[in-house]
């Protein structure tokens, strides 16, 4: 999945989000969440924030569900998604992976 600026629209966004996950067979669904996971977890470590920092911040999302993210186990909704990248204070696309 390739992000666009033009997509900034959540709307739009979200029904990208979710056709491209619903087209990817069970292995790369896998390997674009370890991918996004960890894309997330590198800007929150060079925002400074820890795990509990992070859940502490208004409008955060719960430390198990952040980890859980983070370590490839589960893809976040595109609202978890803007969540994030509100409380990491990046765009949205920063938090996207490369595509391969």
């Not at 989000?17 to 067979?25: D, V």
């Not at 820890?50 to 976040?76: C, M, N, W």
Request: glycine share 4%; with cysteine.
């Amino acid at each position: 999945m390739v992000y666009n600026q033009r997509w900034h629209n959540y709307t739009t966004l979200r029904v990208y989000f979710m056709t491209c996950l619903s087209a990817m067979n069970t292995k790369a669904r896998q390997k674009f969440a370890k991918s996004l996971g960890k894309k997330i977890r590198e800007v929150r470590l060079e925002r400074g924030y820890s795990l509990k920092h992070f859940e502490a911040k208004q409008y955060s999302i719960d430390r198990h569900a952040l980890s859980k993210i983070e370590l490839g186990k589960t893809v976040p909704s595109v609202y978890t998604l803007y969540k994030i990248a509100a409380v990491l204070q990046v765009p949205l696309g920063n938090l996207l992976p490369n595509s391969d």
